[in-house]
């Protein structure tokens, strides 16, 4: 049975980081690109981060781009979000999901599993 599950979230006041991880299992993830996802109420699930199964590849979206740093340890099936200045509009829950092509940023319907998400709140 596979799973991904984050932890990490919280509460932070604007400015601060938070440092999200997911750990995978019930499959070998270390060819599996890997991605963060985040969904504020009332609006879609975006795309936040992704890292091809290496690791050494990485995407961002523009609105973290130099704030959001993905990376992943595949000896422990663990991929991390470290996320700093954080801002109130970053507020959501944070998913991350799994890629089975490697390449890690691939269209939405082609990531196979996901977390349950976990709540980042940022407060002004």
């Known amino acids: 049975q596979v799973q991904l599950v984050e932890s990490g979230g919280g509460l932070v006041q604007a400015g601060g980081s938070l440092s999200l991880s997911c750990a995978a299992s019930g499959r070998t993830f270390s060819t599996d690109g890997m991605a963060w996802f985040r969904q504020a109420p009332g609006k879609e699930r975006e795309f936040v981060a992704a890292?091809?199964?290496?690791?050494?590849?990485?995407y961002y979206a523009d609105s973290v781009k130099g704030r959001f740093t993905i990376s992943r340890d595949n000896a422990k099936n663990t991929v991390y979000l470290q996320m700093n200045s954080l801002k109130p509009e970053d507020t959501a829950v944070y998913y991350c999901a799994s890629d089975p092509t490697g390449r890690g940023w691939v269209p939405f319907n082609e990531y196979d599993y996901w977390g349950q998400g976990t709540q980042v709140t940022v407060s002004s």
């Open positions: 890292a091809s199964w290496s690791g050494g590849s990485t």
